[in-house]
């Protein structure tokens, strides 16, 4: 079912959105790889199957506006030491710990009553914290790229359209030429968030500079650093986002074809991603004549196998080349010289979606 | 095209491709292990970092000049990491220097020398990685290996084979063969010029002169010496003479004092290869079959194309190579003499050390090349002996194999053999009009020469090519179509056996070198008597007599002996 | 040159096609069909896809994930990034080895059952100490757990095996 321009895209942003209004209940089961271990696709098929058992649609396409509940799997939450995570809505409770023998008293009380259980809830001392915003873990949060998740179906392009998925990308093509792209990101200061900090617009607006009969746009999720997994939750929670921000970057260098390079020891995200890819895909937002203008993008995931130095740039090039991963001596820069000697952009995962 | 400043003063650069060679010009010799001109950039080695005015330090070989750059090449910065990293190499090195066949010639003594390495704080890492000695061109000896990459480049962009790769990672990275096994079992074609470019004793050329004084020391055989035209050019350079000085006749007399009894050119070989192979080529035309021709005086050519192209094994000409023409026409002249004949042939190749021991150039299990010495070996031999090279008096070849036209003289040069088998095929044209269009065409270092030429109304195209990638895109070529030859002539070694894989190799090996060393030959075939191969009245009369009917003496039938 | 039956190795080199940039995935997908890079496979795809054996050893060589020897059918990593490291991941993994009798240099039993690796960092450090076996996470684990774990395995394997 493609999405043929940008105002079908607003269409069905508003009928998704009406859909996911509908849902007078959304069940949001952790399903980042650290509730997983801890079982959370158990619990999601558990509570899946008593909602059902009771006559009330769990999963629900947001093309048709049924009544129902949202049962979802998200991305990770980051509070993956109580895990199973399961959050509900409108309320905003947060379960923690959840076990599958907790399904039954959880669609009884809660989806059915209405009521909080607070055995399941976070405790500090005597005081319960009935949301997650409360928790304090989450409080002083103010979460920007990884805003989406933990709150919506990771593996949904519905979701993420009804979430003003694919706006900005639509704004983009709309309103802006490439070279005004680079301006703003220029202007919004955004800086590399790898680590190196170069400013991002000024790097695609050199690679825009560059004339070449093929330019990449090149996405590094190789998260080395040990106790680091917010990229991790990107590509596991929001793959969409990755892919939006690509095709802004695509658009704004003249680059016609991407490479997320995931490494091997997230085989969630990997999938998490195809997916993702496969769904843009096959509505039209990834391809040939993106919306109908004259944008054509793709992207393909290159996988690594369990190097850290990959996570640097020049040595990330050669093993998408199929090389071994050991960094280049440059003559002239990525910008310019980069992915098979043609102009490239090399952003980390965090900088694309933002 | 701009102006730096190198050390205060103002350089003009005009193309050179990067501040590295700008250095360079300008008189300071920067000093590095893994830049090579001709070789992708790996700027590992960091030895050639050079500093700006801000003091970022960078490498020299891979930034582009730019104008109005200004940099320092002798900060103390820059001296302690030169030191430093001399330092750290040789602590992961074998130091056995006074044991090592690379002394004296040696790129990391010479730069740890140079720089004064007086103290390696490092202590001596304990490496015991097995000596590879199962070549019979070359032996590797990974403890003395600094990871320079050279070798890896060589191969794979210069020659297309690929025989040894970087493995492992980290600490653990070393060169190797396919599989850690020994290289001797790899497709490596045994041409050397890892050797050539390796700037330490990790890979050496396989040392046979005890075999030498071994059969000298015999007196009850008769030991016969055959010379390349290559190595006349090129010995002189490791007695202080210039690449491209003729030496032949020092060579001739040294081989005689070392206790040779009868020395002979190989370039007389070289004739009988032309009558041969020019017969083999005009047979080929008449008939239509198996062409392009392609010439198979190249060992290492050779076993690339039963490696990798084994499709065209029918295409390669029958001819056995000078070196192995000679042996068994010697051996064939002598064999009812009551004294044992043994034939050394001094090439500028590591392959010939292979090819002589091939099954197919064996009558009874007694090779007809007993031993190969190369240039660097026969250096050795008369260094050990103590004779001074240089203040020898020429002495000339022997007879009746040591009369040589200049066609023979030439087929040490990429491009020589084409020449000299068109000169034969245009008999009947006047000298000069035939060397007009070759000398244009087939002589120099461009990659791919072709030439086009008529013989009796038919035009015949030849292609010369050097370095086996780009033998390798050559028959790709042909084989979609896009070209056609009617004769090929390939070797294995950019230039040509000048700069072959035995050659001397103490300086830096380019084009520059390698033009020089063929001028050399080319040189000796314009002051030759006798131009074309069927001038020299020796071969007409062997030809006439030996030869008659003793082809088999000439050819060697590649399915059937070879087995490929 | 004659090789052996090389039918699956085919059907993956087909559906990625022979360009080298697919070198990685291609590799993983033969070491997840063989559990190894057996020699003669890499030395068909060094023939099919016209890389140098050499330089093919050398992608393979460099890559942590790949493994030129027979691997187990259960691949046990036990994350020691500075989180699980902290977390007391050695003693799981001292506890692992000495149940199934390896060591630094030995990974792998000799029933060809289990192999035993260590990771850097698998991204779920909110569950240090952390070890996967076959790609299922178990987080929070103990060296009891962990050899409890194995002796399930151990248990399920002999009883299908009977």
Redesign the interface.
């Given at each position: 079912m493609l999405i043929h321009n940008i105002s079908e895209l607003k269409e069905k942003k508003e009928l998704y959105k009406a859909s996911l209004d509908k849902q007078y209940k959304k069940v949001i089961v952790c399903g980042g790889t650290g509730c997983v271990a801890g079982g959370s696709l158990n619990v999601y098929e558990e509570l899946k199957r008593l909602v059902e058992e009771k006559g009330i649609l769990a999963e629900v396409d947001l093309e048709k506006e049924d009544q129902g509940i949202g049962m979802k799997k998200s991305g990770c939450h980051g509070f993956c030491e109580r895990g199973p995570l399961v959050r509900i809505e409108p309320e905003g409770y947060l379960y923690l710990k959840v076990k599958v023998e907790d399904c039954e008293e959880i669609v009884e009380e809660t989806l059915v009553n209405n009521k909080p259980i607070e055995r399941l809830m976070y405790k500090d001392g005597d005081k319960v914290y009935q949301t997650q915003e409360s928790i304090p873990f989450y409080k002083r949060q103010n979460r920007i790229v990884l805003e989406h998740c933990g709150h919506i179906d990771a593996e949904s392009i519905q979701e993420y359209i009804a979430h003003d998925g694919y706006m900005a990308l639509a704004k983009v093509l709309e309103e802006m030429t490439p070279e005004e792209v680079c301006e703003e990101v220029i202007k919004s200061n955004l800086r590399g968030r790898g680590g190196g900090g170069y400013p991002a617009g000024k790097k695609w607006s050199q690679v825009l500079s560059f004339p070449s009969d093929m330019k990449y746009v090149v996405c590094n999720g190789d998260e080395g650093d040990p106790g680091a997994f917010m990229d991790r939750s990107i590509m596991e929670g929001d793959p969409h986002s990755v892919i939006e921000g690509m095709t802004i970057a695509a658009y704004a260098t003249g680059a016609s074809e991407g490479y997320i390079y995931v490494r091997a020891e997230y085989p969630l995200a990997v999938k998490r991603l195809t997916k993702a890819i496969e769904e843009a895909r096959a509505v039209g937002l990834l391809g040939k004549n993106i919306l109908g203008t004259d944008l054509s993008f793709d992207i393909h995931i290159s996988q690594g196998a369990g190097a850290f130095v990959c996570g640097e740039g020049s040595a990330l090039m050669a093993s998408i080349e199929g090389e071994r991963g050991m960094p280049r001596v440059k003559t002239k820069r990525t910008v310019e010289e980069g992915l098979w000697r043609k102009p490239t952009v090399i952003n980390n995962v965090e900088t694309l979606p933002m | 095209m701009g102006t730096m400043i190198i050390d205060g003063r103002k350089v003009e650069f005009n193309g050179e491709k990067?501040v590295l060679e700008v250095v360079r010009k300008a008189g300071i010799e920067l000093p590095t292990f893994c830049y090579h001109s001709e070789l992708s950039?790996?700027?590992?080695c960091r030895m050639c970092i050079v500093e700006d005015k801000n003091g970022k330090i960078f490498?020299s070989?891979?930034?582009?000049p730019k104008d109005g750059m200004e940099i320092y090449t002798q900060t103390p910065r820059l001296q302690r990491y030169r030191k430093n990293i001399l330092e750290l190499l040789l602590s992961n090195h074998d130091r056995d220097c006074t044991a090592c066949e690379r002394t004296g010639a040696c790129e990391l003594e010479r730069l740890a020398t140079r720089f004064s390495i007086r103290d390696i704080r490092f202590g001596e890492l304990d490496r015991k990685h097995p000596i590879d000695d199962s070549s019979l061109a070359i032996v590797r000896n990974p403890n003395k290996c600094i990871l320079c990459g050279d070798c890896v480049r060589m191969c794979?962009e210069i020659q297309g084979?690929?025989?040894?790769?970087?493995?492992?990672?980290g600490s653990h990275m070393k060169v190797?063969?396919?599989?850690?096994k020994a290289i001797g079992e790899?497709?490596c074609i045994d041409c050397g010029q890892c050797r050539v470019i390796c700037p330490t004793g990790a890979i050496a050329i396989k040392n046979e002169t005890d075999k030498f004084w071994n059969l000298v020391h015999d007196k009850s055989k008769r030991i016969i010496a055959q010379v390349a035209p290559a190595v006349r050019v090129a010995l002189g350079e490791e007695f202080g003479l210039e690449p491209g000085d003729i030496t032949v006749g020092k060579i001739v007399a040294a081989l005689k004092m070392l206790g040779v009894d009868e020395v002979y050119d190989t370039a007389f070989a070289a004739d009988m290869t032309v009558i041969a192979e020019g017969e083999e080529f005009v047979e080929r035309l008449t008939t239509g079959e198996n062409l392009p021709l392609f010439t198979s005086c190249c060992p290492g050519w050779v076993k690339f194309a039963e490696t990798r192209f084994p499709e065209i094994l029918d295409n390669i000409s029958s001819c056995k190579s000078p070196q192995q023409m000679f042996g068994s026409v010697i051996k064939e002249y002598y064999k009812d003499d009551e004294k044992e004949t043994v034939v050394i042939s001094i090439m500028p190749c590591t392959a010939k050390k292979a090819e002589a021991a091939r099954k197919e150039f064996q009558k009874d299990g007694v090779r007809d090349v007993d031993l190969v010495i190369t240039t660097q070996e026969l250096a050795i031999l008369i260094k050990e002996a103590g004779i001074i090279f240089e203040k020898l008096e020429d002495e000339s070849f022997d007879m009746p194999f040591g009369l040589a036209s200049g066609s023979g003289v030439i087929f040490g040069s990429t491009g020589g053999v084409a020449e000299a088998v068109v000169t034969r095929l245009l008999k009947d044209k006047p000298n000069h009009i035939c060397k007009e269009v070759l000398f244009k065409n087939v002589r120099g270092m461009d990659n791919i020469k072709e030439a086009v030429f008529n013989i009796d109304g038919k035009e015949i195209k030849l292609a010369v090519v050097h370095g086996l990638k780009n033998a390798e895109k050559l028959i790709n070529k042909i084989k979609a179509g896009d070209k056609e030859y009617h004769i090929i002539e390939v070797m294995a070694c950019p230039g040509g056996c000048v700069a072959g894989g035995g050659q001397p190799a103490s300086m830096p090996i380019d084009n520059e070198v390698r033009k020089k060393r063929a001028q050399g030959l080319y040189r000796i075939d314009r002051a030759s008597y006798i131009k074309s191969s069927e001038q020299n009245p020796l071969i007409v009369s062997l030809f006439e007599d030996m030869l008659k009917d003793r082809h088999d003496l000439l050819h060697v039938n590649r399915e059937k002996e070879t087995g490929y | 040159m004659p090789y052996g039956n090389m039918e699956k190795v085919d059907r993956i080199l087909e559906s990625y096609g022979d360009d080298q940039s697919h070198i990685i995935t291609i590799l993983q997908k033969i070491q997840s069909e063989y559990r190894y890079l057996p020699m003669d496979v890499l030395e068909y795809v060094s023939d099919k896809m016209e890389i140098s054996p050499a330089k093919l050893f050398g992608i393979a060589t460099f890559y942590e994930n790949f493994s030129l020897d027979p691997k187990g059918k259960y691949i046990i990593k036990i994350c020691d990034g500075t989180a699980c490291h902290v977390k007391k991941s050695i003693p799981v993994l001292e506890a692992l080895r000495k149940e199934l009798s390896l060591t630094e240099n030995k990974h792998t039993t000799d029933d060809l059952l289990f192999t035993i690796e260590t990771v850097s960092c698998l991204g779920a450090c909110g569950l240090a100490p952390v070890i996967t076996i076959n790609d299922k996470v178990y987080g929070k684990i103990s060296p009891e757990m962990a050899v409890e774990i194995i002796r399930k395995l151990k248990e399920e394997e002999t009883n299908a095996n009977s």
């Open positions: - | 990067n950039l790996y700027g590992a490498t070989c891979s930034t582009l794979e084979v690929g025989a040894l790769s970087f493995a492992y990672r190797a063969p396919a599989f850690d790899t497709n | -």
